[in-house]
Protein backbone atom coordinates (compact mmCIF):
# COMPACT_ATOMS: atom_id res chain seq x y z
CA UNK A 1 0.00 0.00 0.00
CA UNK A 2 1.54 3.69 -1.13
CA UNK A 3 -0.03 6.73 -0.09
CA UNK A 4 -0.01 10.29 -2.03
CA UNK A 5 2.86 12.92 -1.73
CA UNK A 6 0.13 14.92 0.18
CA UNK A 7 -0.81 12.31 2.68
CA UNK A 8 2.77 11.99 3.30
CA UNK A 9 3.46 15.54 3.80
CA UNK A 10 0.48 15.43 6.19
CA UNK A 11 2.32 12.76 8.34
CA UNK A 12 5.22 14.61 8.50
CA UNK A 13 3.76 17.98 9.27
CA UNK A 14 1.60 16.12 12.22
CA UNK A 15 5.03 14.85 13.09
CA UNK A 16 6.58 18.59 12.95
CA UNK A 17 4.03 19.76 15.27
CA UNK A 18 3.84 22.37 11.70
CA UNK A 19 0.35 23.88 11.91
CA UNK A 20 0.28 26.26 9.15
CA UNK A 21 1.44 23.35 6.58
CA UNK A 22 -0.93 21.10 8.51
CA UNK A 23 -4.19 23.45 8.02
CA UNK A 24 -3.58 24.30 4.19
CA UNK A 25 -3.08 20.20 3.61
CA UNK A 26 -6.20 19.37 5.48
CA UNK A 27 -8.08 21.55 3.03
CA UNK A 28 -7.94 18.62 0.70
CA UNK A 29 -6.33 15.62 2.40
CA UNK A 30 -8.22 13.11 5.23
CA UNK A 31 -6.34 13.27 8.61
CA UNK A 32 -6.77 9.85 9.33
CA UNK A 33 -4.39 8.97 6.68
CA UNK A 34 -2.16 5.72 8.45
CA UNK A 35 1.54 5.23 7.30
CA UNK A 36 1.17 1.84 5.08
CA UNK A 37 4.55 0.54 7.55
CA UNK A 38 3.16 1.65 11.15
CA UNK A 39 -0.41 2.53 10.44
CA UNK A 40 0.12 5.48 12.47
CA UNK A 41 -2.01 8.40 11.74
CA UNK A 42 -1.42 11.93 11.62
CA UNK A 43 -2.70 11.94 15.81
CA UNK A 44 -0.48 9.05 16.78
CA UNK A 45 2.34 11.00 15.06
CA UNK A 46 2.14 14.18 16.59
CA UNK A 47 2.47 12.29 20.14
CA UNK A 48 4.92 9.75 19.16
CA UNK A 49 7.50 12.71 18.04
CA UNK A 50 8.44 13.01 21.42
CA UNK A 51 9.44 9.19 21.39
CA UNK A 52 12.62 10.29 20.89
CA UNK A 53 12.69 13.94 21.33
CA UNK A 54 10.69 14.26 24.93
CA UNK A 55 9.00 17.93 24.65
CA UNK A 56 12.27 18.62 27.69
CA UNK A 57 14.95 18.15 24.85
CA UNK A 58 12.79 19.44 21.90
CA UNK A 59 14.04 22.50 19.86
CA UNK A 60 12.34 25.27 18.52
CA UNK A 61 13.32 24.01 15.02
CA UNK A 62 10.78 23.49 12.63
CA UNK A 63 10.96 21.81 9.31
CA UNK A 64 8.80 20.83 6.66
CA UNK A 65 10.33 16.84 6.66
CA UNK A 66 12.66 18.38 3.81
CA UNK A 67 15.26 20.21 6.10
CA UNK A 68 13.99 23.52 5.04
CA UNK A 69 12.18 26.20 7.37
CA UNK A 70 8.41 26.54 7.16
CA UNK A 71 6.74 29.66 7.59
CA UNK A 72 4.71 29.27 10.69
CA UNK A 73 3.20 32.53 12.33
CA UNK A 74 5.40 34.25 14.41
CA UNK A 75 3.19 33.48 17.53
CA UNK A 76 2.96 29.95 16.62
CA UNK A 77 6.97 29.51 16.40
CA UNK A 78 7.14 30.32 19.81
CA UNK A 79 5.18 28.20 21.49
CA UNK A 80 6.27 25.52 24.02
CA UNK A 81 6.83 22.14 21.80
CA UNK A 82 3.97 20.79 24.02
CA UNK A 83 1.70 23.61 24.04
CA UNK A 84 1.92 23.06 19.93
CA UNK A 85 1.60 19.50 19.97
CA UNK A 86 -1.59 20.42 22.01
CA UNK A 87 -2.91 22.58 19.17
CA UNK A 88 -1.93 19.52 16.40
CA UNK A 89 -4.30 16.92 17.76
CA UNK A 90 -6.80 19.90 18.33
CA UNK A 91 -6.29 20.73 14.60
CA UNK A 92 -6.40 17.21 14.06
CA UNK A 93 -9.74 16.49 15.95
CA UNK A 94 -10.97 19.45 14.70
CA UNK A 95 -11.02 18.06 10.93
CA UNK A 96 -12.33 14.97 11.72
CA UNK A 97 -9.56 12.85 13.43
CA UNK A 98 -10.36 9.68 14.65
CA UNK A 99 -9.53 9.61 18.24
CA UNK A 100 -9.09 5.56 18.66
CA UNK A 101 -7.40 3.97 15.56
CA UNK A 102 -4.61 1.69 16.34
CA UNK A 103 -1.42 1.14 14.99
CA UNK A 104 0.64 -1.93 14.43
CA UNK A 105 1.62 -2.09 17.88
CA UNK A 106 -1.63 -1.97 18.62
CA UNK A 107 -1.62 1.50 20.10
CA UNK A 108 -4.23 4.35 20.32
CA UNK A 109 -2.34 7.95 19.81
CA UNK A 110 -3.85 8.34 23.31
CA UNK A 111 -1.83 5.13 24.61
CA UNK A 112 1.17 6.29 23.19
CA UNK A 113 0.98 9.63 24.98
CA UNK A 114 0.08 7.60 28.41
CA UNK A 115 3.34 5.23 27.76
CA UNK A 116 5.38 8.12 27.41
CA UNK A 117 3.67 10.32 30.34
CA UNK A 118 2.56 13.01 28.42
CA UNK A 119 -0.04 13.98 30.57
CA UNK A 120 -1.83 16.91 28.95
CA UNK A 121 -1.34 15.03 25.83
CA UNK A 122 -2.91 12.05 26.81
CA UNK A 123 -6.19 14.55 28.44
CA UNK A 124 -6.93 16.10 24.83
CA UNK A 125 -7.08 12.26 23.69
CA UNK A 126 -9.33 11.24 26.31
CA UNK A 127 -11.74 14.06 26.12
CA UNK A 128 -11.99 13.90 21.98
CA UNK A 129 -12.72 10.08 23.27
CA UNK A 130 -15.46 11.58 25.49
CA UNK A 131 -16.80 13.29 22.78
CA UNK A 132 -16.82 10.67 20.17
CA UNK A 133 -18.76 7.69 22.26
CA UNK A 134 -21.14 10.73 24.19
CA UNK A 135 -22.26 11.82 20.36
CA UNK A 136 -22.62 7.47 19.55
CA UNK A 137 -24.83 7.34 22.27
CA UNK A 138 -26.84 10.27 21.03
CA UNK A 139 -26.91 8.92 17.93
CA UNK A 140 -27.71 5.56 18.87
CA UNK A 141 -30.63 6.76 20.75
CA UNK A 142 -31.71 8.61 18.06
CA UNK A 143 -31.70 5.79 15.25
CA UNK A 144 -33.62 3.36 18.31
CA UNK A 145 -36.48 6.03 18.30
CA UNK A 146 -36.14 6.30 14.47
CA UNK A 147 -36.84 2.45 14.41
CA UNK A 148 -39.52 2.37 16.93
CA UNK A 149 -41.92 0.54 14.52
CA UNK A 150 -39.73 -1.62 13.47
CA UNK A 151 -39.32 -4.73 15.85
CA UNK A 152 -36.41 -6.64 14.46
CA UNK A 153 -34.27 -3.30 14.17
CA UNK A 154 -35.18 -3.16 17.73
CA UNK A 155 -34.41 -6.47 18.49
CA UNK A 156 -31.05 -5.45 16.39
CA UNK A 157 -30.16 -2.53 18.47
CA UNK A 158 -30.40 -4.19 21.52
CA UNK A 159 -27.69 -6.69 21.02
CA UNK A 160 -25.44 -4.84 19.07
CA UNK A 161 -25.52 -1.47 19.98
CA UNK A 162 -23.99 1.58 18.34
CA UNK A 163 -22.79 -1.00 15.66
CA UNK A 164 -26.43 -0.58 13.81
CA UNK A 165 -25.70 2.88 12.82
CA UNK A 166 -23.26 1.75 10.59
CA UNK A 167 -25.01 -0.95 9.64
CA UNK A 168 -27.49 2.06 8.59
CA UNK A 169 -25.67 3.91 6.72
CA UNK A 170 -24.06 1.34 4.81
CA UNK A 171 -27.24 -0.25 3.59
CA UNK A 172 -28.45 3.80 2.55
CA UNK A 173 -29.04 5.26 -0.68
CA UNK A 174 -25.74 6.51 -1.88
CA UNK A 175 -26.65 9.92 -1.47
CA UNK A 176 -27.43 8.89 2.15
CA UNK A 177 -23.84 7.40 2.27
CA UNK A 178 -22.36 10.84 0.85
CA UNK A 179 -24.06 12.59 3.11
CA UNK A 180 -23.42 10.72 6.58
CA UNK A 181 -20.58 12.08 8.56
CA UNK A 182 -17.15 10.13 7.84
CA UNK A 183 -17.23 9.57 11.43
CA UNK A 184 -20.50 8.00 11.85
CA UNK A 185 -19.53 5.13 9.06
CA UNK A 186 -15.99 4.40 9.41
CA UNK A 187 -15.32 4.68 13.47
CA UNK A 188 -15.72 2.18 15.96
CA UNK A 189 -16.18 3.09 19.39
CA UNK A 190 -13.77 1.76 22.49
CA UNK A 191 -16.39 0.33 23.60
CA UNK A 192 -17.15 -1.88 20.72
CA UNK A 193 -13.69 -2.53 20.38
CA UNK A 194 -13.65 -3.76 24.19
CA UNK A 195 -16.84 -5.55 23.65
CA UNK A 196 -15.55 -7.42 20.38
CA UNK A 197 -12.58 -9.04 22.29
CA UNK A 198 -14.22 -9.19 25.52
CA UNK A 199 -17.76 -10.39 24.78
CA UNK A 200 -17.87 -12.83 21.87
CA UNK A 201 -21.38 -13.87 22.86
CA UNK A 202 -24.72 -12.40 23.05
CA UNK A 203 -26.65 -12.41 26.32
CA UNK A 204 -28.94 -14.90 25.12
CA UNK A 205 -26.38 -17.43 23.86
CA UNK A 206 -24.36 -16.68 27.52
CA UNK A 207 -27.53 -17.84 29.10
CA UNK A 208 -27.71 -21.18 27.28
CA UNK A 209 -24.38 -21.73 27.31
CA UNK A 210 -22.81 -24.53 29.83
CA UNK A 211 -20.58 -22.59 32.22
CA UNK A 212 -17.45 -24.45 34.17
CA UNK A 213 -18.02 -23.23 37.89
CA UNK A 214 -14.80 -23.63 40.04
CA UNK A 215 -14.30 -22.53 43.90
CA UNK A 216 -12.16 -19.33 42.51
CA UNK A 217 -13.89 -18.61 39.39
CA UNK A 218 -17.00 -19.47 36.65
CA UNK A 219 -15.69 -19.31 32.69
CA UNK A 220 -18.34 -20.00 29.98
CA UNK A 221 -18.01 -22.07 27.27
CA UNK A 222 -15.34 -20.45 25.19
CA UNK A 223 -13.55 -19.50 28.57
CA UNK A 224 -14.30 -15.91 28.79
CA UNK A 225 -14.20 -14.77 32.94
CA UNK A 226 -17.63 -14.73 33.77
CA UNK A 227 -16.40 -13.89 37.67
CA UNK A 228 -13.20 -14.00 38.78
CA UNK A 229 -12.09 -14.43 42.94
CA UNK A 230 -9.51 -11.73 42.81
CA UNK A 231 -12.87 -9.26 42.42
CA UNK A 232 -13.54 -10.05 46.02
CA UNK A 233 -11.49 -7.12 47.55
CA UNK A 234 -13.82 -4.33 44.89
CA UNK A 235 -16.74 -6.15 45.88
CA UNK A 236 -16.02 -6.05 49.56
CA UNK A 237 -15.28 -2.47 49.41
CA UNK A 238 -17.75 -1.73 47.16
CA UNK A 239 -20.27 -2.75 49.81
CA UNK A 240 -18.86 -0.83 52.91
CA UNK A 241 -19.24 2.12 50.65
CA UNK A 242 -22.80 1.70 49.73
CA UNK A 243 -23.90 1.18 53.09
CA UNK A 244 -22.06 4.21 54.49
CA UNK A 245 -23.87 5.20 57.24
CA UNK A 246 -25.71 1.80 57.68
CA UNK A 247 -29.63 1.97 58.13
CA UNK A 248 -30.17 1.35 61.62
CA UNK A 249 -33.33 -0.99 60.83
CA UNK A 250 -31.18 -3.13 58.21
CA UNK A 251 -30.67 -2.29 54.38
CA UNK A 252 -33.23 -2.71 51.95
CA UNK A 253 -30.49 -4.38 48.93
CA UNK A 254 -31.00 -5.17 45.04
CA UNK A 255 -28.51 -7.38 43.61
CA UNK A 256 -28.44 -7.80 39.98
CA UNK A 257 -25.98 -10.90 39.16
CA UNK A 258 -25.25 -13.35 42.20
CA UNK A 259 -22.13 -15.31 40.07
CA UNK A 260 -19.54 -16.04 42.40
CA UNK A 261 -22.03 -14.95 45.65
CA UNK A 262 -19.34 -12.78 47.06
CA UNK A 263 -21.12 -9.62 46.88
CA UNK A 264 -24.09 -11.21 47.89
CA UNK A 265 -22.15 -12.36 51.20
CA UNK A 266 -20.48 -9.79 52.03
CA UNK A 267 -23.91 -7.45 51.77
CA UNK A 268 -25.31 -10.35 54.24
CA UNK A 269 -21.99 -10.12 56.88
CA UNK A 270 -22.75 -6.40 57.24
CA UNK A 271 -23.94 -5.16 60.40
CA UNK A 272 -26.92 -4.44 60.66
CA UNK A 273 -27.82 -7.55 58.22
CA UNK A 274 -30.11 -6.86 55.84
CA UNK A 275 -33.80 -6.62 56.48
CA UNK A 276 -34.72 -7.29 53.17
CA UNK A 277 -32.04 -8.70 50.06
CA UNK A 278 -33.13 -9.47 46.82
CA UNK A 279 -30.74 -11.16 44.14
CA UNK A 280 -31.81 -11.16 40.18
CA UNK A 281 -29.80 -13.89 38.57
CA UNK A 282 -30.42 -15.29 34.57
CA UNK A 283 -28.26 -18.40 34.28
CA UNK A 284 -29.82 -21.78 35.17
CA UNK A 285 -26.63 -23.30 36.27
CA UNK A 286 -26.18 -20.07 38.44
CA UNK A 287 -29.13 -20.72 40.06
CA UNK A 288 -28.47 -23.66 40.71
CA UNK A 289 -25.62 -23.35 43.03
CA UNK A 290 -27.43 -20.23 44.54
CA UNK A 291 -30.31 -22.69 45.55
CA UNK A 292 -28.08 -24.80 47.45
CA UNK A 293 -25.98 -21.98 49.52
CA UNK A 294 -26.71 -21.28 52.96
CA UNK A 295 -27.87 -17.33 51.30
CA UNK A 296 -31.12 -19.22 49.87
CA UNK A 297 -32.11 -20.60 53.39
CA UNK A 298 -32.54 -16.65 54.85
CA UNK A 299 -36.17 -15.78 55.19
CA UNK A 300 -35.15 -12.18 54.25
CA UNK A 301 -33.63 -13.21 50.88
CA UNK A 302 -35.66 -13.22 47.67
CA UNK A 303 -34.07 -14.61 44.63
CA UNK A 304 -35.75 -14.17 41.28
CA UNK A 305 -35.06 -16.10 38.42
CA UNK A 306 -34.47 -14.67 35.18
CA UNK A 307 -33.35 -11.53 33.07
CA UNK A 308 -33.88 -8.28 35.40
CA UNK A 309 -34.98 -6.82 32.14
CA UNK A 310 -37.85 -9.21 32.70
CA UNK A 311 -38.27 -9.27 36.32
CA UNK A 312 -37.43 -5.37 37.55
CA UNK A 313 -40.61 -3.88 35.41
CA UNK A 314 -43.08 -6.22 37.65
CA UNK A 315 -40.94 -4.67 40.64
CA UNK A 316 -41.34 -1.15 39.38
CA UNK A 317 -45.23 -2.09 38.94
CA UNK A 318 -46.05 -3.12 42.17
CA UNK A 319 -45.01 0.37 43.57
CA UNK A 320 -43.91 -0.19 46.99
CA UNK A 321 -40.86 -1.76 46.49
CA UNK A 322 -37.76 0.43 47.42
CA UNK A 323 -34.31 -0.16 48.30
CA UNK A 324 -31.52 0.78 50.31
CA UNK A 325 -28.51 -0.65 47.98
CA UNK A 326 -28.86 -1.34 44.64
CA UNK A 327 -25.71 -3.12 43.00
CA UNK A 328 -25.08 -4.11 39.31
CA UNK A 329 -22.78 -6.78 37.81
CA UNK A 330 -23.90 -8.94 34.73
CA UNK A 331 -22.58 -10.55 31.49
CA UNK A 332 -22.34 -10.66 28.46
CA UNK A 333 -24.37 -7.36 28.20
CA UNK A 334 -23.35 -4.30 26.82
CA UNK A 335 -23.24 -0.88 28.37
CA UNK A 336 -26.43 0.47 26.65
CA UNK A 337 -27.93 -2.33 29.47
CA UNK A 338 -25.93 -0.64 32.07
CA UNK A 339 -27.25 2.62 31.24
CA UNK A 340 -30.78 1.43 30.87
CA UNK A 341 -30.71 -0.20 34.18
CA UNK A 342 -29.68 2.97 36.13
CA UNK A 343 -32.12 5.04 33.58
CA UNK A 344 -35.12 3.29 34.41
CA UNK A 345 -34.55 1.07 37.37
CA UNK A 346 -32.24 2.84 39.78
CA UNK A 347 -34.41 5.96 39.52
CA UNK A 348 -37.38 4.16 40.15
CA UNK A 349 -36.31 2.06 43.25
CA UNK A 350 -33.67 3.98 45.22
CA UNK A 351 -34.77 5.07 48.22
CA UNK A 352 -34.22 9.27 48.22
CA UNK A 353 -30.66 8.78 50.10
CA UNK A 354 -29.64 4.87 48.88
CA UNK A 355 -26.87 4.40 46.93
CA UNK A 356 -25.91 2.82 43.84
CA UNK A 357 -22.84 0.91 42.75
CA UNK A 358 -22.12 -1.32 39.60
CA UNK A 359 -18.92 -3.18 38.46
CA UNK A 360 -16.82 -0.55 36.77
CA UNK A 361 -14.96 -2.72 33.64
CA UNK A 362 -15.86 -0.81 30.52
CA UNK A 363 -12.78 -0.96 28.70
CA UNK A 364 -10.53 -2.31 31.35
CA UNK A 365 -8.06 -3.79 29.42
CA UNK A 366 -6.82 -0.33 28.10
CA UNK A 367 -6.21 2.24 30.05
CA UNK A 368 -7.56 5.14 27.66
CA UNK A 369 -10.79 3.01 27.00
CA UNK A 370 -11.40 3.08 30.85
CA UNK A 371 -10.77 6.65 31.50
CA UNK A 372 -12.71 7.61 28.26
CA UNK A 373 -15.71 5.47 29.55
CA UNK A 374 -15.39 6.54 33.56
CA UNK A 375 -16.52 10.20 32.37
CA UNK A 376 -18.79 8.99 29.24
CA UNK A 377 -20.95 7.14 32.40
CA UNK A 378 -20.19 9.88 35.04
CA UNK A 379 -21.78 12.02 32.06
CA UNK A 380 -25.01 9.99 31.40
CA UNK A 381 -25.84 9.19 35.69
CA UNK A 382 -25.68 12.88 35.88
CA UNK A 383 -28.18 12.84 33.38
CA UNK A 384 -30.51 10.08 34.72
CA UNK A 385 -30.06 12.49 38.29
CA UNK A 386 -27.34 10.36 40.00
CA UNK A 387 -23.96 12.42 41.11
CA UNK A 388 -21.33 9.94 41.50
CA UNK A 389 -18.22 9.81 44.26
CA UNK A 390 -15.29 7.84 42.67
CA UNK A 391 -13.10 5.41 45.21
CA UNK A 392 -9.78 4.65 43.59
CA UNK A 393 -9.27 1.09 44.29
CA UNK A 394 -5.59 -0.48 43.92
CA UNK A 395 -5.20 -3.98 41.87
CA UNK A 396 -2.12 -5.47 41.75
CA UNK A 397 -1.98 -6.64 38.27
CA UNK A 398 1.24 -7.64 38.17
CA UNK A 399 0.75 -10.11 40.97
CA UNK A 400 -2.17 -11.20 39.22
CA UNK A 401 -0.07 -11.96 35.91
CA UNK A 402 2.69 -13.33 37.88
CA UNK A 403 0.56 -15.68 40.25
CA UNK A 404 -1.40 -17.26 37.45
CA UNK A 405 -4.20 -15.79 37.92
CA UNK A 406 -5.57 -15.26 34.03
CA UNK A 407 -4.47 -19.47 33.34
CA UNK A 408 -6.97 -20.81 31.62
CA UNK A 409 -9.03 -17.77 30.81
CA UNK A 410 -9.27 -16.32 27.06
CA UNK A 411 -8.52 -13.56 27.90
CA UNK A 412 -7.76 -10.72 30.07
CA UNK A 413 -10.65 -8.36 30.96
CA UNK A 414 -8.34 -6.49 33.15
CA UNK A 415 -5.21 -5.06 32.95
CA UNK A 416 -5.09 -1.86 34.78
CA UNK A 417 -3.51 -0.97 38.05
CA UNK A 418 -6.80 1.21 39.61
CA UNK A 419 -10.39 0.68 39.90
CA UNK A 420 -12.64 3.34 40.01
CA UNK A 421 -15.13 2.22 42.56
CA UNK A 422 -18.33 3.90 41.71
CA UNK A 423 -20.59 5.04 44.55
CA UNK A 424 -23.93 7.21 42.66
CA UNK A 425 -26.51 8.47 44.56
CA UNK A 426 -29.15 11.17 43.82
CA UNK A 427 -28.40 14.90 43.12
CA UNK A 428 -28.67 17.11 46.20
C1 LIG B 1 -19.95 -11.07 37.01
S1 LIG B 1 -21.15 -12.16 37.60
C2 LIG B 1 -21.64 -11.37 39.09
C3 LIG B 1 -20.64 -11.53 40.15
C4 LIG B 1 -21.11 -11.07 41.53
N1 LIG B 1 -21.09 -9.63 41.63
C5 LIG B 1 -20.24 -11.66 42.63
O1 LIG B 1 -19.84 -10.89 43.52
O2 LIG B 1 -19.96 -12.86 42.60
C6 LIG B 1 -22.49 -11.84 36.51
C7 LIG B 1 -23.74 -12.60 36.82
O3 LIG B 1 -24.83 -11.98 36.14
C8 LIG B 1 -25.69 -12.97 35.62
N2 LIG B 1 -26.48 -12.38 34.51
C9 LIG B 1 -26.05 -12.09 33.27
N3 LIG B 1 -27.03 -11.50 32.56
C10 LIG B 1 -28.10 -11.38 33.39
C11 LIG B 1 -29.39 -10.83 33.24
N4 LIG B 1 -29.78 -10.26 32.12
N5 LIG B 1 -30.23 -10.87 34.30
C12 LIG B 1 -29.83 -11.44 35.47
N6 LIG B 1 -28.60 -11.97 35.67
C13 LIG B 1 -27.75 -11.95 34.65
C14 LIG B 1 -24.72 -14.05 35.19
O4 LIG B 1 -25.34 -15.29 35.01
C15 LIG B 1 -23.73 -14.03 36.34
O5 LIG B 1 -24.11 -14.90 37.36
Redo the contacts with the bound molecule.
Sequence with gaps: MSISTEAQSLLLAATDHNLLLLRSLLKSQTPNVQDPTTLRTPLHLAIASFETNPPSQTQETHTNGNGTSTSETKDELSLPPLTKATKTLELLLQNGAIWNSLDVNNETPGCIAYRLGLKELYEVMVDAGVRAELLFGRLDGYMALDDEDDEDDDEEIDEDGVIDISTENNEGTEEEQEEAPELVSTEQTALEKAEEEAIPVT?DV??SSTLSIDDDKILDEDKNG??MSW?SHI?SLTVQHLLTPPTPTGPKILN?????????SYFQSSTPPPSSHHI????PQ?LQKLSTSPISKNPNVTIHSG???EILPKLVNEGDVTFDAIYF?????DYSQLKLFFTEYVIALLNPEGKFGF?NGLGADRQIAYDVYKKVVDIDLLEAGLETEWVEVEVDSKKMEGDGEWKGVRRKYWDLEKYWLPVSRFIG
Excluded: C, R
Aim: no cysteine; aromatic share 16%; hydrophobic share 50%.
Design positions: SYLVMEMIGYGMGIIDIEAHIKWQDTFAEF
